[in-house]
């Protein structure tokens, strides 16, 4: 299926690795141009080279820290200075950590919240009046299951994850009239460095094996399997095109059948 997406202009965040990489390569194959944004410049570098030779598309690489005061909105003019707009926001940065609730310390709550809610926050903020003077616009926030169903073990993040299901929601009612439409994907355990990083953690205050844990979780996924990535990408590509134009505000969970609830 053609999705419409030729010569588009996409931003992404945590676009160095993992979920915002595998999106900002389905994005390059549907031959959109794009910015992609994270903290690790030599990493982005590598991909835009990457997905210009493989796909002949524009790639910028914007290094940038999401929890600096102010980055946003320099993002989003470097962004249109460069590439002349943005139809496409995909925000995929975000880092929280797990564990014992009452053995988490209070900065991992703060970095959770700055980073992926504030983060998500900031960058809709910068892009949203760009995108109601076009009359035009597609936002993807690649949120997480756990928002849905929170995990004991992976509360900073689900607590993040219920947060930005609910004002992705809320702003899609206010967005509409604008042809501006914003949804929310949510993943379960996908194989990405994220995942791998945060069992090892698991691990260490656990004393348990990698291998357990990873084996807990595949035993409460039907699928009993992890996601690759690219499944990953490919559905927010998905989200942010012309196919999807009369979805809004909507969570599309992809988790391998794992959280249950209708509605
Ligand atoms: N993997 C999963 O199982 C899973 C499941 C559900 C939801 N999610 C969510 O999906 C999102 C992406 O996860 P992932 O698995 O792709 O993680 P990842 O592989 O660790 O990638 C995270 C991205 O965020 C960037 N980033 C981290 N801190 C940053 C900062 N301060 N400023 C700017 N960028 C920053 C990282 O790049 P730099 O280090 O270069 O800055 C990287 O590009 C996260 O919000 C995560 O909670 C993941």
Request: proline letters at 4%; aromatic letters at 2%; a negative charge.
């Amino acid at each position: 299926m053609d999705l419409l997406l030729k010569d588009k202009v996409a931003l992404i965040t945590g676009a160095s690795k993992g979920l915002g990489a595998a999106t900002a390569a389905a994005l390059a194959e549907e031959g959109v141009n794009l910015i992609l944004t994270a903290r690790d410049e030599k990493a982005l570098q590598m991909q835009a080279d990457r997905l210009t030779t493989e796909h002949g598309v524009r790639a910028i690489p914007i290094a940038a820290d999401l929890t600096e005061a102010g980055i946003s909105d320099t993002l989003v003019k470097q962004s249109i200075n460069t590439l002349g707009r943005i139809d496409i926001l995909v925000n995929s940065a975000g880092a929280s950590q797990g564990g014992v609730f009452w053995e988490i310390p209070e900065d991992v709550w703060q970095d959770s919240m700055e980073l992926k809610v504030m983060g998500t926050i900031r960058m809709m903020r910068a892009v949203i009046p760009h995108m109601i003077e076009n009359q035009s616009g597609r936002i993807v926030n690649i949120v997480g299951n756990t928002g849905l169903q929170p995990a004991p073990r992976l509360l900073p993040g689900s607590s993040a994850n219920a947060a930005l299901l609910a004002i992705t929601k809320g702003l899609a009612e206010d967005l509409a009239p604008h042809n501006v439409i914003v949804n929310a994907l949510n993943p379960g355990p996908t194989r990405t460095e994220r995942w791998t990083t945060l069992m090892g953690k698991l691990s260490e205050s656990g004393g348990r094996s990698v291998a357990d844990i990873e084996q807990d979780y595949k035993d409460q996924i039907p699928m009993n399997r992890l996601a690759e990535p690219d499944e990953i990408g490919r559905l927010a590509a998905f989200l942010a095109s012309e196919r999807a134009a009369n979805m809004t505000g909507a969570c599309l969970t992809a988790d391998g059948g794992w959280t249950k609830g209708i509605g």
